[in-house]
C-alpha cells in the first residue's frame, strides 16, 4: 500500500505544479494578441492586388471596384451594375456560371455601398483558378441585355424601393446624409421610389458605367485564403484583356472634396419612429481626416451593452436604461475623404424625443471632461476590439483593403489602426465632443412629427 504521508506530499506537488502553470500561462486583459492578419501587396496586369494566406480550405475572393452610389453619373447605375453580375457573359449564361459554381460548391455575392462596388466569391482553396477567371469575365464580357435589364435587373431595383419604404431606420440614415454632404456622399444607397429611374435608368447607360467601373486602374483584386504568387499568377493570366481606358462617350467617375454641411429633415411615416442625430466625423485609415478619438467618442457614448444581463459601461446606455420604450446605438460611417458620427434612436416617438435630449446632454458633459477615467478606459478597449474584429472580418477586410488600394494605394492594415486608437487620450476625446456639439449637427426625423422633436428642440445646431 501507499502510505498516507506519500499521497498527501504527491497532491501538494501536483498543486503547486497547477499553480505555475497557471502563472505561465494565463494572459492579462490589456495585452491582446494580433499579428498574422497583414495584407500583402502588389501589382498583376496593371492591377492592384492584396492577399492574406489565411490557413484553411476556403478562399474568399473580391474585385472591389470604385463605383458606388458617389460616382454614379445617374441616379441607380450602380445598384444596376450590381444587379448585372453573373447574369451572363460572353463566354458562360447565367445558367452555366450557376451549376459550375454549385458543382464546386461556391458561392457568389455582389453588393455596393456609398464608394465601393464589390464582387466576390467563396470557395474551395484549389479552385481559385476558376473563380479569378469568373470574376474576370464579370469585369470584361457581361452582357447587358435589354431583356434581362427589363425582366430580372429593374424588377429588383423596384423591390430595393419598397423595401426602403419600411426601413425607417434606413431612411433615416440615407437622409441625414445627404443632409451632411448634399451630392456625392449624399448620394442615397437605393433611389427612392419617387426617382423618375425610366428618365434616367436604361440597360445601355448600365453597360456604359461598367466600361468605366471596370478599367484597371479603377478597381483592386483582394483574396483571403490564397497566397500572393497564385493570385498573382491567374490575375495575371485572366485579367490581361481588361481595359486600361474607359468607353471614348463614358463619363468620368469623380466626385469632389467632400464637403460637410449639415440640416435637419423630417419626414412623416405612420408605422413607426426613428431619429437619427449625425456629426462630422473620421475618414477612413487610409484617409487623409483620420480620426481615432472619433471611434473612442463612439464606443464612450455608446448605447446597446457588448455584454448579456448588464447594461453596459456606455454613457447613452446607462442614461436611456430609462427610458425601455428606445432603442440607441453610436456609429460611425467612414470614407475616403469624409466620415459621420451618428446617434441613432429607434422606438415610441415619446421616449425618442426624451432620450434625443439626454443625447445632446451626454455630449455636451464629455466636451466639459465630466466623464471618468475608468469609462474613457474602457471606450479605447472597446473601439480597439471592434478596429480588429473588423478588420478580421473577411468580407469587411476585403472591402476596406480594396478600397484603400484604389483610393491611396495603400492596403488597409489593422494592427496600424489599433496603435492609433491605443495612443487616444482624454483631451482628445473632450475635443472631439466638442467639434460634434459645435457644428452644424445632420437630424434627421422619420415617424410621428406631431411627437418627435425638432434639432432646436433638444439644443443643437442646425
Known amino acids: 500500500m501507499i502510505p498516507r504521508s506519500a499521497l498527501g506530499r504527491t497532491s501538494q506537488a501536483a498543486y503547486r505544479r497547477q499553480c505555475c502553470a497557471h502563472k505561465v500561462y494565463c494572459r492579462g486583459l490589456a495585452s491582446p494578441a494580433s499579428g498574422s492578419f497583414q495584407y500583402e501587396t502588389g501589382d498583376a496586369a496593371g492591377i492592384k492586388i492584396a492577399s492574406r494566406d489565411l490557413a484553411g480550405p476556403t478562399t474568399t475572393l473580391a474585385l472591389v471596384s470604385k463605383a458606388g452610389t458617389r460616382y454614379q453619373f445617374m441616379p441607380g447605375l450602380a445598384d444596376g451594375l450590381e444587379k448585372f453580375a453573373f447574369k451572363g457573359t460572353n463566354k458562360r449564361s447565367s445558367l452555366r456560371i ?65 423595401k426602403l419604404l419600411a426601413n425607417t431606420k434606413q431612411m433615416a440614415l440615407n437622409s441625414a446624409h445627404s443632409l451632411a454632404f448634399h451630392r456625392g456622399l449624399g448620394t442615397a444607397l437605393h433611389p427612392t421610389s419617387s426617382t423618375a429611374l425610366a428618365k434616367y435608368l436604361h440597360d445601355e447607360y448600365v453597360a456604359l458605367y461598367g466600361s468605366v467601373a471596370y478599367t484597371k486602374p479603377n478597381f483592386a483584386v483582394v483574396a483571403n485564403g490564397a497566397t500572393q504568387d497564385d493570385l498573382s499568377k491567374w490575375v495575371n493570366e485572366f485579367f490581361a484583356d481588361a481595359p486600361s481606358q474607359p468607353s471614348p462617350d463614358a463619363p468620368k467617375l469623380q466626385s469632389p472634396q467632400s464637403k460637410y454641411f449639415g440640416g435637419e429633415e423630417r419626414i412623416a411615416h405612420a408605422t413607426s419612429d426613428t431619429m437619427v442625430l449625425a456629426f462630422p466625423g473620421s475618414s477612413s485609415f487610409n484617409g487623409k481626416y483620420y480620426k481615432p478619438e472619433v471611434a473612442v467618442l463612439a464606443a464612450l457614448l455608446g448605447g446597446q451593452s457588448s455584454i448579456k444581463w448588464s447594461p453596459g459601461f456606455s454613457l447613452l446606455a446607462k442614461t436611456s436604461a430609462n427610458y425601455p420604450g428606445a432603442q440607441v446605438s453610436t456609429s460611425t460611417a467612414t470614407y ?45 478597449a472597446l473601439a480597439k476590439f471592434r478596429a480588429l474584429e473588423e478588420g478580421q472580418n473577411i468580407e469587411a477586410g476585403l472591402e476596406l483593403t480594396g478600397a484603400g488600394l484604389v483610393q491611396g494605394g495603400k492596403a488597409f492594415q489593422i494592427d496600424e489602426v489599433a496603435k492609433n486608437i491605443d495612443a487616444v487620450g482624454e483631451e482628445q476625446i473632450k475635443k472631439a465632443a466638442k467639434s460634434a456639439i459645435e457644428a452644424r449637427a445632420s437630424v434627421s426625423t422619420v415617424g410621428d412629427l406631431f411627437v418627435l422633436p425638432y434639432a432646436e428642440e433638444i439644443g443643437l445646431n442646425v
Open 98 to 162: 450557376t451549376r459550375e459554381v454549385e458543382l464546386l460548391g461556391g458561392e457568389l455575392s455582389a453588393y455596393h455601398s456609398r464608394e465601393n462596388l464589390v464582387i466576390g466569391a467563396k470557395f474551395l482553396r484549389d479552385d481559385l483558378p476558376y473563380f479569378v477567371e469568373l470574376l474576370a469575365e464579370v469585369a470584361t464580357q457581361t452582357k447587358y441585355t435589354a431583356h434581362e435589364w427589363s425582366e430580372e435587373v429593374l424588377p429588383s431595383i423596384h423591390l430595393a424601393q419598397k
Open 336 to 380: 475616403s475623404d469624409a466620415g459621420l458620427l451618428y446617434v441613432t434612436i429607434r422606438g415610441r416617438a415619446k421616449d425618442i424625443r426624451s432620450v434625443s435630449a439626454e443625447v445632446v446632454k451626454t455630449l455636451k458633459s464629455i466636451s466639459a471632461g465630466e466623464v471618468s477615467k475608468d469609462d474613457i478606459k474602457k471606450a479605447v
